[in-house]
């Protein structure tokens, strides 16, 4: 994809029009850089507690920075891990990984990060969002870099105990030490990502990317359209327990084969009715209009307005951000969801917090 002119936001991670993609792996990255630093990661939940443990199995010296009272104490130094607080770690160490949640990076920063900053120091993350848009802004003389994991922590994890690893995206936003890139894949290596491969971005592609996945795709795009599948057929008179196998259920079986083996996988796999319905009915449903749509999304993202409006929502306690969180699980699917997955144990079936009561009183 080729972008327009760059925003005046964008930094010399001007590189989004590589078309390319360089992959690094294990005998392109030292693991002794890493391990002669002294590793602060911040935050114990999904990637947190993945980073924490390969770094420390692969000989990093590391410590977990947690606030007090977190209840993820317990379970980090329940595997053996120093935990101190996010401050104290941030102190003690030359490379900080900061692996709690976007929205709360910045005020972490302003009250650990920021203070114990020298020069020399280097900044990791594993999404590019407070870096993008200007939330967090380093001191120069700090090397700022991303492993960003392309899978959860579970995951990464996983295939590193089991001696593979999960593809990582590596970006450096800033280069104080001429030694950035080293730096960042020997990281990557101490966490696996460089066995699997480690693709080179920049902050600015993982973000925009990563956003524009969720929004258009992902999440956004996915919801709406099992919501209008199902309201089309219950509003036709079809009964909802049937439009919740057709619209929801049966995405996962669909997801799956696409998962394993693309598109192409998938239309193999299904019957040529289904595959002949797919080419004829899908360019109706995603027309024209809704790629006009999918640039305009693009081009909110990438000119910030996406990033300020929430981080505007964030700042005013997200009322709108929970009113429309309320309100999605009164849809009739959500409400009848919970129902028919008890039928089916073999799901593992979970409750949404907030849910539970309001399923429970429903109907259906
Ligand atoms: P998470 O919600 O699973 O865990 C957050 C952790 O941060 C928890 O342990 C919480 O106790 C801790 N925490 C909260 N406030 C804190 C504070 N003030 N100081 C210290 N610790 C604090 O988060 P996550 O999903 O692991 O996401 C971490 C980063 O990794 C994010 O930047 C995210 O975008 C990125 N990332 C996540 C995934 C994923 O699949 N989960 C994949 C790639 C990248
Ligand atoms: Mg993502």
């Excluded at 080293?182 to 990557?188: E, F, T, V």
């Amino acid at each position: 994809m080729r972008f327009g002119p760059s925003s005046a936001a964008r930094d010399h991670d001007e590189k989004v029009t590589r078309k390319v993609a360089e992959i690094i792996y294990d005998d392109g990255a030292d693991l002794g850089l890493v391990q002669r630093r002294h590793v602060a990661v911040l935050g114990y939940g999904s990637q947190g507690h993945a980073h924490a443990l390969s770094l420390r199995d692969s000989g990093v010296d590391v410590r977990v920075g947690l606030p007090e009272g977190s209840g993820s104490i317990e379970k980090a130094e329940g595997e053996g891990l120093r935990v101190l607080t996010p401050r104290e770690a941030c102190e003690e160490s030359d490379l900080i990984m900061v692996l709690v949640p976007d929205h709360l990076q910045r005020a972490l920063y302003a009250d650990a990060i920021g203070p114990a900053l020298v020069e020399g120091d280097a900044l990791f993350f594993a999404h590019g969002l407070s870096i993008r848009y200007g939330l967090i802004q380093p001191p120069s003389g700090v090397d700022v870099c991303m492993v960003a994991p392309k899978g959860p922590g579970h995951l990464v994890r996983r295939q590193f105990s089991e001696g593979r690893g999960v593809p990582v995206l590596v970006a450096v936003h800033a280069d104080a030490s001429g030694n950035a890139w080293p730096l960042a894949l020997s990281y990557a290596k101490a966490i696996g990502g460089t066995r699997a491969g480690a693709l080179k971005t920049t902050f600015t592609e993982e973000t925009e990317t990563d956003l524009f996945g969720e929004q258009a795709v992902l999440c956004g795009g996915v919801s709406e359209l099992i919501k209008a599948g199902f309201d089309t057929l219950v509003e036709a008179g079809y009964q909802p327990e049937v439009a919740y196998f057709e619209c929801m259920h049966e995405l996962k079986l669909i997801v799956d084969l696409i998962y394993r083996g693309g598109l192409s996988y998938m239309r193999y796999s299904i019957s040529d009715t289904a595959e002949q319905g797919d080419y004829t009915a899908g360019p109706r449903i995603i027309t024209s209009k809704t790629r006009e749509e999918m640039k305009k999304i693009l081009a909110e993202i990438r000119d910030g307005s996406f990033a300020k409006e929430w981080i505007e929502e964030n700042d005013k306690g997200c009322p709108n951000f929970l009113a429309t969180r309320q309100r999605e699980q009164t849809h009739p699917i959500e409400q009848l969801g919970p129902k028919l997955r008890a039928m089916m144990p073999f799901l593992q079936p979970v409750v949404a917090p907030g849910l539970a009561t309001k399923a429970a009183t429903s109907e259906k």
